[in-house]
């Protein structure tokens, strides 16, 4: 989610419930989830629309990225002088970037990237992270497996 994000307030239990049968099937329907949540089909087509439109939600399609021909993944960690975000931003704008945290600790940011080939990986380091005006040094941890990732932690 991006950072300037404003959430709209907690949401109700009706909407939570909404997005728990989302993210067990993104396909599901409407129909199927106005029967589990109580509501008729136009009523959770709006509700899906108004947490997708306020950023609470998306639906996406979850990639294998070395199905994709990404065959290298990595996280990279990027210490900063200066102001971190317009680095977070800079990062965030490169395509080879699917994921930019603010951290606390070691490093300033966590930057994941996917490349074709670690030849790929080595330029983008080199000529694009690291020649970004605070970026002070960057360490890379490349992928060897992925053992799990989730995005149905579920609703509180």
Excluded at 34 to 49: D, F
Excluded at 110 to 138: F, H, P, Y
Aim: aromatic content about 6%.
């Amino acid at each position: 989610m991006p950072r300037d994000h404003k959430p709209s307030g907690p949401l109700d239990d009706v909407s939570k419930a909404i997005i728990e049968q989302l993210q067990q099937d993104g396909r599901r329907s409407y129909a199927a989830i106005g029967k589990v949540v109580g509501l008729s089909e136009a009523a959770v087509r709006q509700r899906v629309q108004r947490l997708t439109e306020s950023g609470a939600m998306q639906i996406v399609a979850v990639t294998d990225p070395v199905e994709m021909g990404f065959a290298r993944q990595a996280m990279v960690g990027v210490r900063v002088v200066g102001s971190i975000d317009p680095v977070a931003d800079e990062l965030a704008a490169i395509p080879e970037v699917d994921y930019v945290v603010v951290t606390a600790g070691s490093y300033d940011i966590l930057a994941e990237v996917v490349c074709e080939s670690d030849s790929q990986l080595l330029e983008l380091v080199n000529e694009k992270l690291r020649t970004i005006d605070g970026v002070v040094a960057t360490e890379i941890f490349v992928y060897l497996r992925l053992q799990k990732q989730t995005y149905s932690w579920g609703v509180r």
